[in-house]
């Protein structure tokens, strides 16, 4: 094994342990399309066309992962979520 493979190896290890966390939006019926985009773009800092695809994409198939990241970043922003009336999770 080559030296630049072995750190390129040990970069996607690296990286993957950073990022295997991600926040779950679940569908309901009970929030509006326009509710579920602020709360996107507030707490996740989604653009308004990335939340807009995230809305759609929970309301026609159930859930959808809205960010990842390590999770003492993404702890806070389902928290705000949560706080919001959504359905979410951090998995």
Do not use: W
């Not at 190896?9 to 993957?16: G, I, Y």
């Not at 800092?45 to 993404?74: F, R, W």
């Amino acid at each position: 094994m080559s030296t630049k493979e072995k750190i390129q190896e040990e970069f996607d290890v690296l990286e993957q342990e950073i990022t295997k966390h991600k926040i779950v939006l679940f569908n309901d019926d009970v929030n509006t399309f326009d509710h579920v985009i602020e709360m996107l773009i507030h707490a996740c800092d989604h653009t308004p066309l990335q939340a807009e695809q995230c809305a759609l994409i929970v309301h026609y198939n159930g859930k959808c992962s809205v960010k990842t990241g390590p999770y003492e970043e993404l702890q806070p922003r389902c928290t705000l979520l949560l706080e919001a009336g959504l359905s979410a999770e951090i998995q």
